[in-house]
Antibody, heavy 119, light 107 residues
Framework: QVTLRESGPALVQPTQTLTLTCTFS??????????VTWVRQPPGKALDWLAL???????YFNTSLKTRLSISRDTSKNQVVLTMSNVDPLDTATYYC???????????WGQGTVVTVSS | DIQMTQSPSSVSASVGDRVTITCRAS??????LSWYQQKPGKAPKLLMN???SLQSGVPSRFSGSGSETLFTLTITNLMPEDFATYYC?????????FGQGTKLEIK
């Protein structure tokens, strides 16, 4: 079955770079139509889509955050890594990774990882 | 990027009621619209895609309709477990943008 799990630091200091890893199983990121995406949710607020990487290795980013984000994949390890530079307390959120398919949506989600940005 | 706008932002209803949530896209997305349900402390759950195709296991009291720029999610005969926040997301193109959510609360 398809599973995804996020991992990374729970606390990050302002101005540092946040690195989150999504480890998945049950599908291959090199299969046509398969993509992995990141979504975050600040406490009490709406879902905020961040980035995705597709089966060809093409990447897409939230327009307002794209200068701070990067996403990469390691297909041998079934992992996708999201980095966010120069974090701010406003980046405090639960970060989710998920499998997303074009014209379908995010059909599988990880449980989320809580990241707090604070000094 | 395609902008998604949901209304209302919150709605109060009672068990057994019928509720409709609206989602508007800033441009034509055909029927490439997905709906999610999120309960507190949990990851969102995909309810339906293609504007009206229910995911396996989703009760038939949930239904979706619409095309192009206007879509609705309707829940009939509300059950206690339906009180949650609902999000639409356009799946026509990347980046896949979300609506701002509709919180369904118990009256």
């Amino acid at each position: 079955q398809v599973t995804l799990r996020e991992s990374g630091p729970a606390l990050v200091q302002p101005t540092q770079t946040l690195t989150l890893t999504c480890t998945f199983s049950g599908f291959s990121l090199t299969t046509t139509g398969m993509c992995v995406t990141w979504v975050r949710q600040p406490p009490g607020k709406a879902l905020d889509w961040l980035a995705l990487i597709d089966w060809d290795g093409d990447t897409y980013f939230n327009t307002s955050l794209k200068t701070r984000l990067s996403i990469s994949r390691d297909t041998s390890k079934n992992q996708v890594v999201l980095t966010m530079s120069n974090v701010d307390p406003l980046d405090t959120a639960t970060y989710y990774c998920g499998r997303i398919r074009p014209q379908v949506g995010i059909d599988y989600w990880g449980q989320g990882t809580v990241v707090t940005v604070s000094s | 990027d395609i902008q998604m706008t949901q209304s209302p932002s919150s709605v109060s209803a009672s068990v057994g009621d019928r509720v409709t949530i609206t989602c508007r896209a800033s441009q034509d997305i055909s029927t490439w619209l997905s709906w999610y349900q999120q309960k507190p402390g949990k990851a969102p759950k995909l309810l339906m895609n293609g504007a009206s195709s229910l995911q396996s296991g989703v009760p038939s009291r949930f239904s979706g309709s619409g095309s192009e720029t206007l879509f609705t999610l309707t829940i009939t005969n509300l059950m206690p477990e339906d009180f949650a926040t609902y999000y639409c997301q356009q799946a026509a193109t990347f980046p896949p943008t979300f609506g701002q959510g509709t919180k369904l609360e118990i009256k």
